[in-house]
T-cell receptor, first 109, second 115 residues
Framework: GQNIDQPTEMTATEGAIVQINCTYQ??????LFWYQQHAGEAPTFLSY??LDGLEEKGRFSSFLSRSKGYSYLLLKELQMKDSASYLC??????????WGAGTKLIIKP | ETGVTQTPRHLVMGMTNKKSLKCEQH?????MYWYKQSAKKPLELMFV???????ENNSVPSRFSPECPNSSHLFLHLHTLQPEDSALYLC??????????????FGPGTRLTVL
């Protein structure tokens, strides 16, 4: 079957750096997405990786290794507003979008 | 209004009721989606419409009935639901149903409680 694994919950300190991992087992691969979802709100797009390597966008970076079936989202200079759930999703060979259950990130002062 | 809007934001219904969820996108997109989001579970894709035609139906029970009258509006008609159908129902749109590639824009969701 197809599966996306990410930690259920993580805690980090304001101003620090946190890395949220995502591993996937899918039938083929056509890209990986990261979305942010604040409690009670809509998921919003953060990043898209289709080639190996690191994509940097301000305080957020996303890394992909297709050979390892692995991605991470790196958040730097954490702010309280970064407290949210982070969803990893993979497009498989049939172009179906497979979602992870999300990682709830708690930021402490 | 901008982006993707959903009404109502909260809905409580009995198992014998009939209700409808509404989604509207103001982005000029051609594809719209219904998702179910339950606590600590992955998003479940329910229905996909591309240019007003249904292209995906992921084995959703018949008590959920979608309707897409035009590319800007999407409805989810509900009848004789079960308590396990209580969840957050999210609507999303994308430029095209270009086979899953491309950013999806989500509405704020309808929090449904079935008593």
């Amino acid at each position: 079957g197809q599966n996306i694994d990410q930690p259920t919950e993580m805690t980090a300190t304001e101003g620090a750096i946190v890395q949220i991992n995502c591993t996937y087992q899918t039938s083929g691969f056509n890209g990986l997405f990261w979305y942010q979802q604040h409690a009670g709100e809509a998921p919003t797009f953060l990043s898209y990786n289709v080639l190996d390597g690191l994509e940097e966008k301000g305080r957020f970076s996303s890394f992909l290794s297709r050979s390892k079936g692995y991605s991470y989202l790196l958040l730097k200079e954490l702010q309280m507003k970064d407290s949210a759930s982070y969803l990893c999703a993979v497009t498989d060979s049939n172009y179906q979008l497979i979602w992870g259950a999300g990682t709830k990130l708690i930021i402490k002062p | 209004e901008t982006g993707v809007t959903q009404t109502p934001r909260h809905l409580v219904m009995g198992m014998t009721n009939k209700k409808s969820l509404k989604c509207e996108q103001h982005l000029g997109h051609n594809a719209m989606y219904w998702y179910k989001q339950s606590a600590k579970k992955p998003l479940e894709l329910m229905f996909v419409y591309s240019l007003e035609e249904r292209v995906e139906n992921n084995s959703v029970p018949s008590r959920f009935s979608p309707e897409c009258p035009n590319s800007s509006h999407l409805f989810l008609h509900l009848h004789t639901l079960q308590p396990e159908d209580s969840a957050l129902y999210l609507c999303a749109s994308s430029q095209d149903f270009s086979r899953g590639i491309g950013e999806q824009f989500f509405g704020p969701g309808t929090r449904l409680t079935v008593l």
